[in-house]
C-alpha cells in the first residue's frame, strides 16, 4: 500500500496521522465490525472518502506506468481488494438500514451533538426517503382498507428491531478489566469477566457493544 498517502483523522479533536498500512488496517476493521454487528455502526464516511480518493490515485498511477511492468498486475489485484472491501461495508450497512429503517432513524435522533454521526448524509436521506415510502406503500396497501380503529400505527412500536443479545466472536485490542458479561438473575448470579489483550472470545453482543465502538476490541 506505498500508493496511500498519509490520512488526517480527527479524534477527541486532535488530528492524528496514520500511515498507509493504518489507513487500511482501519477500513477492514470497520468492515468486519459493520459485518457481524446485529445493529448499525458509527458511520466512517471519512474513512470512506479517502479510501476512494486514494484509489482514484492509484488507478492514475497505473496509467503511467510503463506497459508490462510487473508492478502493475499486483496493484490492479490490491485495487480490487480494497474495492471489494469498501463495497461490501457500505451493502452490509444498506442491509441494516432497510431492515431496522424505523430504529437507526430514532437512535440517530436520539443522538447527542457530541456523538458521532450514526449515518452519513446520504445514508440519512436515503433512510428517511425509504421509511416515508414504505409507511405510504403500508398504508395504501393494508391500512385503508381496515376499520377506521384500527387504522393509526405507531411504526417505533411495531418496527424490527437488532437482536443485541445475538452472539459474537471478537478479539481484544485494550486490556478491559470488570466486563458484566451477565446480569443477576434468580438463577444465577452476574458473571464478570476482564478481557486480555489478544484474547478471542464468543459472548453476547450487548456487553460490548460499547467496546466494540470505542476500538476496545473487535469483531471477527
Same mark, same amino acid.
Given at each position: 500500500?506505498?500508493?496511500?498517502?498519509?490520512?488526517?483523522?480527527?479524534?477527541?479533536?486532535?488530528?492524528?496521522?496514520?500511515?498507509?498500512?493504518?489507513?487500511?488496517?482501519?477500513?477492514?476493521?470497520?468492515?468486519?465490525?459493520?459485518?457481524? /454487528?446485529?445493529?448499525?455502526?458509527?458511520?466512517?464516511?471519512?474513512?470512506?472518502?479517502?479510501?476512494?480518493?486514494?484509489?482514484?490515485?492509484?488507478?492514475?498511477?497505473?496509467?503511467? #506506468?510503463?506497459?508490462?511492468?510487473?508492478?502493475?498486475?499486483?496493484?490492479?489485484?490490491?485495487?480490487?481488494?480494497?474495492?471489494?472491501?469498501?463495497?461490501?461495508?457500505?451493502?452490509?450497512?444498506?442491509?441494516?438500514?432497510?431492515?431496522?429503517?424505523?430504529?437507526?432513524?430514532?437512535?440517530?435522533?436520539?443522538?447527542?451533538?457530541?456523538?458521532?454521526?450514526?449515518?452519513?448524509? /446520504?445514508?440519512?436521506?436515503?433512510?428517511?426517503?425509504?421509511?416515508?415510502?414504505?409507511?405510504?406503500?403500508?398504508?395504501?396497501?393494508?391500512?385503508?382498507?381496515?376499520?377506521?380503529?384500527?387504522? /393509526?400505527?405507531?411504526?417505533?412500536?411495531?418496527?424490527?428491531?437488532?437482536?443485541?443479545?445475538?452472539?459474537?466472536?471478537?478479539?481484544?485490542?485494550?486490556?478491559?478489566?470488570?466486563?458484566?458479561?451477565?446480569?443477576?438473575?434468580?438463577?444465577?448470579?452476574?458473571?464478570?469477566?476482564?478481557?486480555?489483550?489478544?484474547?478471542?472470545?464468543?459472548?453476547?453482543?450487548?456487553?460490548? #457493544?460499547?467496546?466494540?465502538?470505542?476500538? /476496545?476490541?473487535?469483531?471477527?
Amino acid at each position: 500500500m506505498a500508493d496511500l498517502d498519509s490520512f488526517q483523522d480527527e479524534s477527541d479533536e486532535e488530528m492524528e496521522a496514520m500511515t498507509p498500512a493504518e489507513v487500511l488496517e482501519k477500513m477492514e476493521e470497520a468492515w468486519l465490525n459493520e459485518k457481524f /454487528a446485529p445493529e448499525l455502526l458509527d458511520s466512517k464516511t471519512e474513512l470512506v472518502e479517502c479510501m476512494l480518493e486514494q484509489l482514484k490515485e492509484m488507478e492514475e498511477n497505473i496509467k503511467r #506506468a510503463k506497459k508490462g511492468d510487473f508492478k502493475v498486475s499486483i496493484h490492479r489485484l490490491e485495487i480490487d481488494r480494497i474495492r471489494y472491501i469498501l463495497s461490501s461495508y457500505l451493502r452490509r450497512r444498506l442491509e441494516k438500514i432497510e431492515k431496522f429503517t424505523v430504529h437507526t432513524l430514532e437512535a440517530e435522533k436520539d443522538r447527542s451533538s457530541d456523538d458521532n454521526a450514526l449515518m452519513s448524509p /446520504a445514508e440519512f436521506k436515503f433512510a428517511s426517503e425509504y421509511a416515508q415510502n414504505m409507511e405510504s406503500h403500508f398504508k395504501k396497501i393494508v391500512l385503508r382498507h381496515l376499520p377506521d380503529n384500527l387504522q /393509526a400505527m405507531d411504526p417505533t412500536e411495531t418496527a424490527p428491531r437488532p437482536n443485541l443479545d445475538s452472539y459474537v466472536f471478537l478479539r481484544v485490542n485494550e486490556k478491559t478489566d470488570g466486563v458484566l458479561v451477565e446480569e443477576e438473575t434468580l438463577e444465577a448470579g452476574e458473571e464478570i469477566i476482564d478481557l486480555e489483550v489478544a484474547d478471542q472470545h464468543l459472548m453476547r453482543y450487548k456487553p460490548v #457493544a460499547s467496546l466494540v465502538t470505542s476500538g /476496545a476490541v473487535s469483531l471477527i
